[in-house]
């Protein structure tokens, strides 16, 4: 093959970052960006939605490459292109004034069966689920093939919740996916998958937090994630499918399985709630880490890692030939318990809390809110007695837990003694008011002093993305207020108790 994957690559890269910049600049112009609000979005600041754009010059550019070398595939890259830009346009009209699911769904459906009847990129068989043989699909291949893609466009659409979490996952998918590709010596779509990982890092460059950018400049979009997703339905199936195919299609659903596992897990969740399984809400993976007090870019590292790990899994499995049909029942093994740990949100939640409590404490690192001195200084008994009386006053209506520190022994102690902290959580679509938490908190302090003499003292008030800075200014509980950059929901209010 006389193209140049690596020169591919970088090309790819330097376009999208061109075009996502020319873009933004054009966005701003015409007033359009994503603007927050108090329903399920993470972000107050009016941003740029254009991520998709450059994924898409990327597209077009590999499309470009495929057209001049590969004429036979001219009819493919042609249905590629027309599905790519209507879902991109669907997305971007999407973005700018919200489109209903409905709609969006039967553009969605219009894409797929393009893909399929002129693409020719249609699921005839789900390999050897039947003792090795073949599981062959035959007039049903459409139907499949149409849910397949209708539910990966959406899938990657709904993790993409936080700064550089869709992008990192699309970019580990496309890593694996590649070496299969290259394995297999299937050069029409390495090209392909060259490309759209140059446009996805592209976009990384203004959507990934690091030291020099502490929030995202530019937002992936539904018409980035709806490509993409639309791109990875168009992957899978056609090197599952090919002659010599380079992937088994149950190999293909571990290489995207952090994707579907949350869109089934919330949308079971939903219908076990008696909610429409399309009702926005806060109940993402993402959503829960971060209500368990983990960083944006640890959620990431961590959604990421695990994402990597089950690809490797499957990609592990196919070729040490582990028989399919037990690779399929491993993942709905991994499925399963995944929906079993997060049923319960407010469970799984604490269940993370504790752990990043105790591996904070095995490594010697303070938890990621406490930064000042802990000055209460209890014994076991008066430290189970403060928390019954928390537990007692705040009940199940707030969001809330403790953390119990124990201290270094100090002159004069008798016995252990431990510091208290206790959080109470806030979502945009609070449970209890700002008022009743006023009201909690009054009520709780009271009966503290009457018990024990002790004090609740305010000294952070944590976001969710930890981008803050302190303003003196005094806020709305008599604390010090805290300053963000983004205002993100949920976020803690944080106390000591002290004497």
């Known amino acids: 093959m006389d193209i140049n994957l690596v020169v591919v690559f970088l090309i790819s890269i330097f376009l999208s970052i061109l075009i996502i910049r020319v873009t933004v600049s054009l966005m701003y112009v015409f007033s359009l960006a994503d603007e927050p609000d108090d ?22 550019y590999a499309l470009t490459i495929l057209i001049n070398h590969y004429p036979e595939h001219l009819q493919k890259c042609i249905v590629l292109a027309a599905c790519s830009i209507l879902i991109y346009i669907t997305g971007f009209v999407d973005d700018a004034i919200k489109l209903g699911y409905k709609l969006r769904f039967v553009i969605q459906t219009i894409v797929a069966l393009l893909m399929i009847i002129f693409g020719g990129v249609v699921l005839h068989e789900l390999g050897g689920l039947l003792f090795g043989f073949p599981l062959q699909l035959g007039v049903f291949g459409i139907a499949f093939t149409l849910i397949a893609t209708i539910g990966g466009i959406n899938a990657l659409n709904m993790i993409d919740g936080i700064d550089g979490l869709s992008g990192s996952i699309a970019l580990t998918s496309l890593l694996l996916i590649g070496v299969t590709a290259y394995l297999a010596e299937d050069h029409h779509n390495l090209i392909l998958i060259c490309a759209l990982a140059g446009g996805v890092i592209g976009f990384l460059y203004y959507n990934l937090r690091h030291f020099y950018q502490h929030r995202a400049r530019v937002f992936l979009g539904d018409n980035g994630s709806m490509l993409l997703g639309l791109m990875f339905a168009w992957l899978l199936v056609d090197l599952s499918q090919n002659p010599n195919p380079a992937i088994t299609p149950v190999t293909a659903i571990w290489l995207f399985s952090v994707p579907l596992m949350d869109m089934f897990g919330v949308m079971l969740r939903r219908m076990s709630a008696g909610q429409s399984p399309f009702a926005a809400d806060r109940q993402h993976l993402h959503h829960l880490l971060m209500r368990s007090g983990l960083r944006v870019t640890e959620i990431v590292f961590t959604m990421v890692f695990l994402h990597c790990l089950l690809g490797i899994i499957g990609l592990t499995g196919m070729y040490l030939g582990v028989p399919e049909f037990t690779m399929l029942l491993g993942f709905i093994i991994v499925s399963t318990g995944y929906f079993y740990l997060t049923y319960k ?3 799984f939640i604490a269940l993370l809390r504790n752990f990043h409590i105790l591996l904070n404490t095995r490594l010697g690192f303070a938890p990621v809110s406490n930064n000042k ?10 430290t189970e007695v403060i928390a019954k009386t928390v537990s007692d006053e705040l009940g199940p209506e707030l969001d809330y837990w403790l953390r119990v ?8 102690d008798s016995g252990k003694k431990f510091a208290i902290t206790l959080h ?5 679509k609070d449970r209890a008011s700002k008022d009743m938490v006023r009201l909690y908190i009054a009520s709780l302090q009271r009966q503290l ?16 993305d930890f981008d803050s800075a302190i303003d003196a200014a ?3 509980f008599g604390e010090s207020k805290v300053k963000s950059r983004r205002r993100l929901g949920p976020q803690a209010l944080s106390f000591e108790v002290v004497r």
Request: glycine share 12%; aromatic share 8%.
């Open 39 to 60: 329903a399920h979005k993470l972000h107050d600041m009016h941003t740029p939605f254009v991520g998709g754009i450059g994924v898409l010059a990327a597209l077009c």
């Open 345 to 347: 949100p407010l469970r």
């Open 373 to 382: 001195v802990l000055i209460g200084n209890y014994t076991k008994n008066e």
């Open 405 to 412: 520190f124990k201290k270094s022994p100090e002159p004069g």
């Open 424 to 428: 109470i959580w806030l979502d945009k």
């Open 449 to 464: 002093i009457d018990r024990q003499g002790i004090h609740l003292h305010r000294f952070s008030n944590r976001k969710t």
């Open 474 to 476: 005094g806020g709305a």
